[in-house]
């Protein structure tokens, strides 16, 4: 079993920073691509950004230039840090990860947090 752990949620004016981190341990050869998705108040989930293990970024239109998606292989850590946040940024935020197990063979499972609260005011 993998567990995903965040932190770094919280309150911020809009214009301010916040730095999201997301932490994997449990049974796992290694951890592929990880990322960030969020969850606006009766609205779907949606992709935020998404890194590789060799480092290649992705990012929603919606944050490009104002976040930045990194990682920590060596302590299975995937971070986003967010700056410029606007109201519209205010979503519960959720980090992904895929393991990589083998039994038999290679198989990859995806795994989430639990979700951390981000509020931007106005």
């Known amino acids: 079993q993998v567990q995903l752990v965040e932190s770094g949620g919280g309150l911020v004016q809009a214009g301010g920073s916040l730095r999201l981190s997301c932490a994997a341990s449990?049974?796992?050869?290694?951890?592929?691509?990880m990322g960030w998705y969020r969850q606006r108040p009766g609205e779907q989930r949606e992709l935020v950004a998404r890194?590789?293990?060799?480092?290649?970024?992705n990012y929603a239109d919606s944050v490009k230039g104002r976040f930045t998606i990194s990682r920590d292989n060596a302590k299975n850590t995937v971070y986003l840090q967010m700056n410029s946040l606007r109201p519209e940024d205010t979503a519960v935020y959720t980090c992904?990860?895929?393991?990589?197990?083998?039994?038999?063979?290679?198989?990859?499972?995806?795994?989430w947090g639990q979700g951390a609260q981000v509020t931007v005011s106005s």
């Open positions: 992904n990860a895929d393991g990589l197990h083998y039994t038999g063979g290679f198989y990859s499972r995806t795994y």
């Open positions: 449990g049974s796992m050869l290694r951890l592929s691509a």
């Open positions: 890194i590789t293990t060799d480092g290649s970024t």
